[in-house]
C-alpha cells in the first residue's frame, strides 16, 4: 500500500506559476507512474500530467500542454506539478495518484489506472 501526499496548493493570481508537490512512500519500489488529476466542482475528475518511473518519460492534457511541467523532485518518489500562465478555468482540486502496474511502459491520463490516491489540494485562480 502507498501513501500519497500532495501540498503546494494555494490562491494565485492569474497569469502568475504554481509548482505542487507530491510525495509518495510506503512500498515504493512497486510504483511505475504517477499521475496528476484535476477536479472542477460538479464535474469529472480530468488527467493533467503524469510521469513514468522508469524513464521520466511524461505525458500532457491537451488543456495544459505548454503550461504544465511534470518532473521529479530531490527524491524519485516525489514529483512536482507546475502550471504556468494559470487561468482561472485552472481552478480546481488537484489530486496526485500512484500507478503500480507493473512494467508500465507509459504513463497514462485515465484515473482508473491508478491504485493509490492523495486527498487532494485546492487551487484557487483568482485576481
Known amino acids: 500500500q502507498l501513501q500519497v501526499v500532495e501540498s503546494g496548493g494555494g490562491l494565485v493570481q492569474p497569469g502568475k506559476s504554481l509548482r505542487l508537490a507530491c510525495t509518495v512512500s510506503?512500498?515504493?519500489?512497486?510504483?511505475?507512474?504517477i499521475g496528476w488529476f484535476r477536479r472542477y466542482p460538479g464535474k469529472e475528475r480530468e488527467g493533467v500530467g503524469c510521469?513514468?518511473?522508469?524513464?521520466?518519460?511524461?505525458y500532457y492534457a491537451d488543456s495544459v500542454r505548454g503550461r504544465a511541467t511534470v518532473f521529479r523532485g530531490e527524491s524519485e518518489n516525489t514529483v512536482h506539478l507546475e502550471l504556468n500562465n494559470l487561468k482561472p478555468e485552472d481552478t480546481a482540486v488537484y489530486y496526485c495518484a500512484a500507478d503500480t502496474t507493473p512494467f508500465r511502459r507509459r504513463c497514462t491520463l485515465g484515473g482508473e489506472h491508478y491504485q493509490s490516491w492523495g486527498e487532494g489540494t485546492q487551487v484557487t485562480v483568482s485576481s
Open positions: 510506503g512500498r515504493t519500489f512497486d510504483l511505475s507512474a
Open positions: 510521469r513514468n518511473r522508469l524513464d521520466g518519460t511524461t
